[in-house]
């Protein structure tokens, strides 16, 4: 891709010499304002006696499951891991008593089988299901694995161990088995309301079938099979019958290439009696997508894609419009029912207890936060519960139906858990916790922008001022792109832990005296499936590379930037846009940190799609290289910090080896730090920091402040 005349007049800037001017002093370090516990993995007990809250709290690598419960509501630690150890803590799952609660402890294994290990531990590690008493108490491991399922019945647990189906007591300590040996890798386990069966997804890789197990017959069948790919099981309320969704084989399209139609997706209901829909075998369709526009399935964050509401009405996201809305459909059949209408997108869903209404998340009425909403699943008038200038995500209605809790933020104040009761103010489930040193007061409010991308396209950022710009004065400034790239940097602390890091390092690099702009680029999300799926953007053309330059050139005509001293960062896919700016604008961007970013598209494609083969599609595979950095280093003369752990499992480490190996053959200056062990998202907090301190001192050292 040509850069357009109009960038090539602008851009006559003579390469940068390391920056000599004096570090300025900042207000606060990396290690304070990365420093409040972050709050994740929000769930509601089932029981609806029960009105108590339980979520992961993260302190500085030291991750513990935490529960608030009436009347008090005051959040308590249950477990009580004391270190930076690295190990995840996920899917929490409360049993139905509320007495319990089940999680994950320790990360998924790579395609070799090894758990993540940051800490290069030579004894063993692993990934396993646990459960802990509500009150505390010592945890007991159920059995290696994922992926838990706690029965109705409140005895037993089912989780996924090496593709298979296995389950435990919670009552006796030796009844882990598996439960089920079969063909395929099994995921997305279903109860059925009454304990009886257990429904979940036999992924046979080109095609997938929605399975059904029978706990007392101990047999196995596959429900309405076909060449397609079925997921998302929903049982009924009263255990009768099975939605799921089919996705049409052949319907996905490379990744990283836009997707704006296919073949259309559809919902089915089968009859669990006799497996069969409107003829022996068979399912019933009760919804298909239109062909066009929303004729490719996207999915909201939510537990299950399908939620079976009151009234036999079954609840789906669907983009018909343009945005990800929701949609309800009766269990007969016929016309979807628009839930939520207008120009933005739902993103966290789930059900009330008695099913009757959606409680979401949602940018409506105000593009760059997420508010909390609820609407009735048979349609109505959409009900705004939170507004102003925070931010709250992760709805999560109480047990008793009486509150609602979710996480809630601001421009300073960090993610914490709240509750709110019918229209009152939110109340902090864990006061006090945040340390007296966080850097609250010293933050600064970003401020929303747009500007044009090179071809004209309208971007959307975050602009962070320096406390004490004066008028005249032309500061340093960085440019920060986020991963995904289906995300969206907010005017606020981020619900997504990596990018409240990041967040947090754009804050302290304003502090630093920085100019910081964040930049939510086309193919990210919030703003519209056309946005998303723009044309050209990644392995297909890199359209994005339009609005890293629009960026660049916003920045270097404001009175406030030196536009001889912009620098770049990102990780991820962010790392893949900083390693092209460097690559293709060397003279606009004056330095760079990219943390594990994509290099080579044809490499990258391989890790998501193995039997992808560049030289059986020769045409896509020239493009794709063509949309990478690697295509480019001949012109790449500004210095990068590379920063990358080596048992990444999203972006393949020799990405980076392989660049670092073209640079140096060029001459170019190039940092690196390497973390041994650590994967994609770094999993301990010691990592994060150092990580961060590095790439200060980088831009420090070019930039100068």
Request: net charge neutral.
């Amino acid at each position: 891709m040509t850069p357009p005349l109009r960038y090539l007049a602008l851009v006559t800037l003579a390469p940068l010499a390391p920056a000599a001017l004096p570090a300025q002093q900042s207000g606060f370090t990396i290690e304070q304002v990365m420093s409040a516990p972050f709050p994740d993995e929000l769930t509601a007990a089932p029981a609806p006696t029960s009105g108590a809250v339980a979520w992961v709290s993260n302190v500085r690598g030291v991750r513990n499951i935490w529960v608030a419960a009436p009347p008090d509501y005051v959040g308590r630690a249950v477990t009580a891991y004391t270190s930076d150890d690295g190990q995840e803590i996920a899917e929490l799952r409360c049993t139905p008593d509320a007495r319990a609660i089940v999680y994950v402890r320790g990360g998924d294994a790579n395609d070799k089988g090894e758990y993540p290990n940051p800490h290069s531990l030579v004894t063993r590690v692993e990934q396993a299901v646990w459960v802990v008493l509500a009150s505390g108490g010592a945890p007991r491991r159920i059995g290696e694995g994922h992926g838990p399922a706690v029965s109705p019945k409140g005895d037993r647990v089912a989780f996924i161990s090496h593709g298979q189906v296995w389950w435990g007591s919670f009552t006796d300590s030796t009844a882990t088995d598996q439960l089920i040996r079969a063909r395929g890798t099994a995921r997305s386990l279903r109860w059925s309301p009454d304990g009886s069966k257990l429904a979940f997804v036999s992924d046979r890789g080109d095609h997938a079938f929605v399975a059904l197990y029978d706990v007392v017959t101990k047999t196995l069948r596959y429900l309405d099979p076909s060449v397609d790919s079925d997921g998302e099981p929903a049982w009924s309320p009263d255990g009768r019958r099975i939605a799921f969704l089919r996705i049409p084989a052949g319907a996905e399209g490379m990744p990283f290439t836009p997707q704006r139609s296919g073949q259309p997706w559809s919902i089915r209901v089968v009859d669990v009696a006799t497996g069969a829909g409107a003829g022996a075998g068979a399912g019933r369709e009760v919804w298909v997508a239109d062909s066009g526009r929303g004729s490719v399935f996207r999915e909201i964050v939510a537990a299950n894609q399908i939620l079976w509401g009151a009234g036999d009405r079954i609840v789906f996201p669907w983009e018909k419009d343009g945005w990800t809305h929701l949609y309800s459909v009766p269990l007969a059949g016929g016309r979807a029912t628009l839930l939520t209408p207008g120009g933005f997108e739902v993103e966290h869903v789930t059900l009330s207890p008695d099913r009757a209404t959606v409680v979401f998340s949602s940018n409506q009425d105000d593009i760059e936060r997420r508010h909390i909403w609820t609407v009735p699943v048979a349609g109505g008038q959409p009900t705004r519960l939170t507004r102003g200038t925070g931010l709250e995500w992760t709805p999560m209605m109480t047990g008793d139906g009486r509150a609602i809790a979710f996480i809630q933020a601001g421009t300073r104040t960090p993610p914490h858990p709240v509750l709110q009761v019918g229209g009152g103010t939110p109340r902090d489930l864990a006061p006090g916790v945040v340390p007296a040193d966080f850097p609250e007061a010293a933050l600064v409010d970003p401020q929303p922008v747009v500007f044009p991308g090179v071809d004209g396209l309208p971007v959307h950022g975050q602009l962070f001022l320096p406390r004490g710009l004066k008028g005249g004065e032309r500061r340093p400034a960085v440019i920060f792109f986020h991963g995904g790239s289906r995300r969206q940097m907010l005017l606020g602390w981020h619900y997504f832990y990596y990018y409240r890091n990041a967040y947090a390092l754009n804050q302290y690099l304003a502090s630093r005296g920085y100019v910081v702009l964040s930049v939510n680029y086309r193919s990210g999300i919030a703003y519209g499936m056309e946005f998303r799926e723009a044309l050209h953007y990644g392995a297909q053309g890199a359209s994005e590379f339009n609005d890293v330059l629009g960026a660049g050139l916003y920045l270097g005509t404001r009175p406030d930037v030196d536009a001889k001293r912009i620098g770049l960062w990102g990780g991820s896919y962010g790392g893949f846009l900083t390693a092209m700016g460097l690559a293709r604008a060397s003279d606009l961007f004056a330095a760079g940190v990219d943390l594990h970013g994509v290099h080579d598209w044809n490499v990258e494609i391989q890790n998501w799609v193995p039997s992808y083969d560049p030289s059986k599609q020769a045409d896509a595979a020239k493009l794709a290289y063509e949309s990478s950095p690697i295509a480019y280093v001949k012109d790449w003369r500004s210095p990068v910090l590379l920063i990358h752990g080596d048992d990444d499992r999203n972006v393949q480490f020799s990405q980076t080896v392989q660049l670092a190996t073209a640079l140096r053959a060029r001459g170019v200056k190039v940092d690196q730090l390497i973390l041994p062990d650590e994967i994609h998202d770094f999993l301990t907090h010691a990592d994060w920091v150092a990580a961060y301190e590095a790439a200060a001192e980088f831009f420090r050292k070019w930039l100068g402040r």
